[in-house]
């Protein structure tokens, strides 16, 4: 290390978006003496699953959480206080957001260095202002290590830049899984506009049954996964915590997910990923990253790049035009 002090990386979002950090974290850790990373409610999982991360700090930005909560003076008052002490700052966005509005808040920290991509005039708000050409789709984990590199935290020598999590992960041999190949299935997503119906879900668990496979059915919606499970698939709905849930992952031949949180987690532990991918962000920004990976689902249908949370277009035509058939034979092309 080489004693930049207290660093605070911030990423602001689900889950999925804190584990593509990973790569810029580790730059950062590489020379800082203690890393706070800045997380939202539902990104503090992932964010304790970082290598790297010294400390967690939990905060609901209203510029950025879904459902948007009212801005109040009192949780503006206590993320300054819980900031205090931090030397430096490195703000990680997509492409669609602003760092301008935590930057300031920082500075009202005491916050003495600041770095971010702004292509907004930052006035005294940034002291390294990265800006990209954001007509240009890159990979989040490169985007976001860039900046990182960009405000001077080189990555160490032999870090490859993929994704990672902490080690051991935990012993999930209480599932029952152990002794042979499987397939984890999870059908939910944050957006419904990112699934894929659960009926096709549920057909395509039967179908993998039917081809041998032993299917385990993980996720938060304990109403959805017992309906996908059927008779076919193991029910894991709500029982995993998401490091229990990277060891399950990582046990599985390969992972049916849509664009959410376990595919970026797929991604960490080396998970090949049947990727039912909605266009609504673009796959070349937010597909699994560095892993095989079969990406299903119209690319080019008209929700692309809409962003939308809840399907524009009747029907959801990008991803109910997807065949259970066409997820069978995508598992059968990666599993070993």
Request: glycine share 10%; charged share 20%; hydrophobic share 50%.
């Amino acid at each position: 290390m080489s004693g930049r002090g207290r660093v605070l990386v911030a990423r602001l979002d689900d889950a999925g978006d804190v584990l593509l950090a990973g790569p810029a974290v580790r730059a950062v850790a590489a020379h800082a003496r203690e890393v706070t990373m800045l997380a939202g409610p539902h990104g503090r999982a992932a964010a304790e699953l970082l290598p790297g991360v010294d400390r967690v700090v939990v905060w609901r930005a209203p510029w950025i959480a879904h459902p948007a909560p009212p801005v109040s003076a009192d949780a503006v008052a206590g993320l300054v206080a819980e900031l205090a002490g931090i030397d430096e700052a490195v703000i990680l966005t997509s492409f669609h957001q602003s760092a301008l509005p935590l930057a300031l808040l920082l500075r009202l920290a005491g916050v003495g260095r600041i770095s971010a991509i702004s292509n907004d005039y930052p006035g005294s708000l940034l002291d390294v202002r990265h800006v990209v050409d954001e007509d240009v789709d890159v990979p989040e984990p490169e985007r976001m290590l860039a900046l990182a590199v960009a405000a001077g935290f080189e990555p160490p020598p032999g870090d490859d830049g993929g994704l990672a999590v902490r080690r051991p992960l935990p012993d999930v041999a209480r599932f029952g899984l152990a002794g042979g190949p499987y397939v984890v299935v999870h059908p939910g997503a944050s957006a419904p506009a990112r699934t894929w119906p659960a009926e096709r879900h549920r057909q395509a668990v039967r179908e993998l049954a039917d081809d041998g496979h032993r299917v385990a059915v993980t996720g938060t919606e304990r109403e959805l996964t017992a309906f996908v499970a059927g008779e076919g698939g193991l029910d894991l709905g709500g029982l995993t915590a998401l490091a229990e849930l990277a060891a399950l992952v990582e046990g599985a031949g390969v992972l049916v997910s849509g664009n959410t949180g376990p595919a970026h987690l797929a991604a960490a532990v080396g998970t090949p990923v049947v990727s039912l991918f909605a266009p609504v962000v673009p796959a070349a920004r937010w597909a699994p990253y560095r892993v095989p990976t079969v990406l299903l689902g119209d690319q080019d249908a008209p929700c692309r790049g809409s962003r939308a949370r809840l399907c524009p277009v009747a029907g959801h035509p990008c991803l109910a035009r997807v065949t259970s058939e066409q997820v069978v034979k995508a598992v059968r092309e990666l599993v070993p």
